[in-house]
């Protein structure tokens, strides 16, 4: 029955969960696996980045909007574009192998998420075999997160692009100084807009995340389905979602103070033998005179040194498995009380036994534990 388990009540299975996936027995190839899962899923250490962009020491003038426009006008004259065009031999290849790498990486993480769900609710997680098992769901889901993205995207760019379309061609920008009460009001409203419609994006990114993927794992839908049937169920208890999203943002703030801190040390403790290795070879590359700025030389440390970087990253991701395996057990533990297919698979019925008269029916509290010790090969 929906609303029996509340999104701090979840906490606690989360809790044991975890212990039962982690440790009981521990098993380090999972750990080694699940620190793949975390990678490539983007979970660990908060991989991907915040998407800035490094200023660097550009001194930008100070000028009004006519210069703006010219100086854009010189950014893109002719003599620009030429020197554009010459480069467009490697610059398109270039390009191209980006955007293929990242739809790549986007694509492995849509199926590693349903691995990922697999090996918490089943306490197994094998890539190749999970690969094979949820290739056509995690295909479907990444269809549905590029749209997703493209959509957002646009809104975003219309939301923001409209209105500074329209202050261009009332002439506010090219004499700002003489609008900047009205740039002001319309900035700070455009701005608070956009910030609204990224936080609404980032809720229905974490439903999909955390209850769609169940749903279409389970069930065998494709992604549209998939909402379809998970509206219908949060449909009936709404605000136990809402508090659901603020306990899972007060824990993953916790969370990242805390693993930031322990991935601090984990990198200052991997950085030393990896810098006495790096002293050693510089030293052996001195008596060997070796030529440091030969193209060939800095390829090979340049390639060395993305393979120190994987190292630490793994040994990262090795860390960070406790948390991933609890956030999404804190997932299933709470939409497992809303969804019976779900907590059907967590905590099988046990074999109906006649209720005495007058015997109370129980509850989801006191229904058999989670994680039955048949789920659990050792």
């Known amino acids: 029955m929906p609303g029996q388990l509340s999104a701090v009540d979840a906490i606690s299975p989360a809790f044991t969960r975890t212990q039962r996936v982690l440790f009981r027995p521990f098993r380090f190839g999972l750990w080694a696996r699940l620190a793949v899962v975390g990678i490539i899923t983007g979970e660990v ?3 991907g980045g915040s998407g800035g962009v490094p200023r660097g020491n550009i001194p930008i003038p100070q000028t009004n909007g006519d210069d703006q426009f010219r100086l854009a006008a010189r950014l893109f004259s002719d003599t620009n574009w030429e ?3 010459q480069n467009l031999f490697w610059l398109v290849p270039l390009v191209l192998t980006v955007l293929a790498v990242a739809l790549l990486w986007i694509y492995s993480a849509c199926v590693y998420r349903f691995l990922l ?26 269809l549905w997160v590029l749209a997703f993205a493209v959509s957002g995207l646009t809104i975003l760019g219309i939301v923001g692009g409209i209105p500074l379309l329209l202050a261009w061609r009332a002439g506010w920008l090219q004499k700002s100084e003489e609008h900047i009460g009205g740039l002001l009001g319309w900035g700070l409203l455009v701005a608070f807009v956009v910030v609204v419609l990224i936080l609404l994006m980032a809720v229905i990114d974490l439903f999909a995340r955390d209850f769609l993927i169940p749903v279409m794992a389970l069930e065998d839908v494709d992604a549209v ?8 169920i949060m449909g009936q208890d709404k605000g136990s979602y809402a508090l659901y999203v603020l306990m899972k943002i007060v824990l993953a703030v916790g969370s990242a103070i805390a693993f930031t801190i322990v991935n601090l040390i984990v990198i200052f403790v991997s950085l030393i033998p990896l810098g006495l290795l790096a002293l050693v070879g510089y030293l052996i ?4 005179h070796v030529p440091w700025g030969n193209i060939s030389v800095i390829l090979i440390l340049i390639a060395l040194g993305l393979l120190a970087l994987a190292a630490i990253l793994y040994l990262v991701g090795l860390v960070y498995a ?10 299933l533990e709470f939409f497992a009380a809303r969804y019976e297919t779900l907590r059907t698979r967590m905590a099988p019925p046990t074999p109906a036994v006649p209720t005495p008269p007058g015997a109370p029916i129980p509850s989801w509290p006191q229904m058999p534990p989670t994680l039955p010790g048949d789920a659990f090969p050792a």
């Open 45 to 47: 250490g908060g991989v």
């Open 83 to 85: 020197q554009l065009h």
């Open 117 to 142: 769900f697999d090996a918490v609710l089943t306490g197994e997680c094998k890539l190749i075999a999970g690969w094979r098992k949820w290739r056509d769901r995690g295909r479907e889901y990444f």
């Open 225 to 232: 389905e998939g909402w379809r049937r998970l509206l219908a």
């Open 285 to 288: 590359g001195e008596a060997a």
């Open 322 to 331: 406790p948390a991933l395996v609890f956030f999404q057990s804190y997932a």
